[in-house]
């Protein structure tokens, strides 16, 4: 059975196989930009990972990464790239090396920014090499500014054969959401850059997906507009609402309970109690500090720091350090990271 989230997604594969072709043929100067956003479960690594599958020929090299969103640091892709590679005869500082890839043994940070950056675009350069490359980076939304920065440098860089393909959700899930709005602007506003939205299946797109689940039967209109209507349209929800009644027919799919895990959580209230050093912790949590840098810059314990993170995951109603900042965001709470 074709993946669920690839119903409905034709125009957009063939339309990353025209990019990477440009890529191949080395018509442009610059690096081919693919820009994909959509909400949660629409099917954007789905995407990626299915064109990659049919890209003709193959690409020599993937670099792919995403944000390490519940310990974030300094360009967070390119460590997430290097992990595991080997990186050994690559004409870089050791020690600059080291830091980028985020090991644990890395020396404090004594280069400046720009060179950092410099460093950064280096080996990713040097990564590549002749090429052609894929560059994949999963959830714009939640990577740190260092990195943001890096894939901005990247898209622009003269003479690297490589498609840079970016998924993410819209800004206003991100933790930094006018960042985001600045970094997705940059991208796409790059000469020849692609730009796809993926919106939630519409009802006929439902209708083919229950069509080759259950053999070709077509189901009804009302039977497909109720599962419509259940999932919003939404690829990956449509998937588990598929296996949770797998084996039966559509009928279920209308009738009995939604999986829990698919039943939405009731938002936190606005004014959820915080304490004052909840707050401080928050701000930490909104800069993207991790539990050890927090408890360096408050003068508290680690475990302190982590005691006071699950107490803010539960009052906030928030599954996860990302959305506890988005929460303070969207709330317009007054939370700052403290110095140092």
């Known amino acids: 059975m074709m993946p669920v989230s690839m119903v409905g997604r034709a125009g957009e594969l063939a339309e990353l196989d025209r ?38 020929p193959r690409p020599a090299v993937i670099l792919a990464g995403a944000a390490r969103v519940h310990d974030p640091a300094p360009y967070d892709w390119l460590a997430a790239v290097l992990t595991g590679r080997d990186t050994t005869g690559l004409d870089l500082p050791p020690d600059a090396l080291a830091w980028l890839a985020q090991q644990p043994n890395a020396p404090r940070e004594r280069y400046p920014p ?79 850059a692609v730009r796809q939205h993926l919106a939630p299946l519409t009802v006929a797109e439902v209708a083919e997906v229950l069509t080759q689940v259950y053999d070709g039967a077509r189901p009804t209109e009302p039977v497909a507009a109720a599962v419509w209507r259940r999932t919003g349209g939404n690829p990956y929800v449509l998937t588990e609402l598929l296996a949770a009644h797998a084996g039966r027919g559509p009928d279920g799919l209308v009738d009995e309970p939604l999986p829990e895990h698919l039943v939405p959580r009731p938002a936190a209230p606005p004014d959820a109690e915080l304490t004052s050093r909840e707050i401080e912790v928050l701000g930490c949590l909104v800069a993207g500090m991790s539990n050890k840098q927090a408890a360096r810059a408050l003068g508290i314990s680690v475990r302190t720091v982590t005691v006071h993170v699950s107490n803010l995951l539960r009052k906030t109603g928030s599954a996860s350090r990302t959305e506890a900042a988005l929460w303070a965001v969207r709330h317009r709470l007054p939370v700052s990271a403290p110095p140092g």
Not at 145 to 165: D, F, I, Q, R, W
């Open 114 to 192: 720009g060179t950092l950056l410099r460093l950064a675009v280096r080996t990713v350069r040097l990564l590549v090499g002749a090429g052609p490359a894929v560059l994949v980076v999963e959830d714009l939304h939640a990577l740190d500014p260092a990195s943001l920065n890096l894939l901005g440098e990247l898209a622009a860089t003269p003479e690297l054969p490589a498609l840079l393909v970016v998924a993410s959700r819209p800004p206003a899930d991100a933790v930094a959401p006018d960042l985001a709005v600045r970094a997705l602007a940059r991208l796409t506003g790059v000469r020849g």
């Open 19 to 56: 990019a990477w072709a440009a890529v191949v043929s080395g018509r442009r100067p610059a690096p081919t930009v693919t820009v994909i956003t959509g909400v949660a479960g629409v099917g954007k690594s789905l995407l990626v990972a299915a064109a990659l599958e049919r890209f003709a």
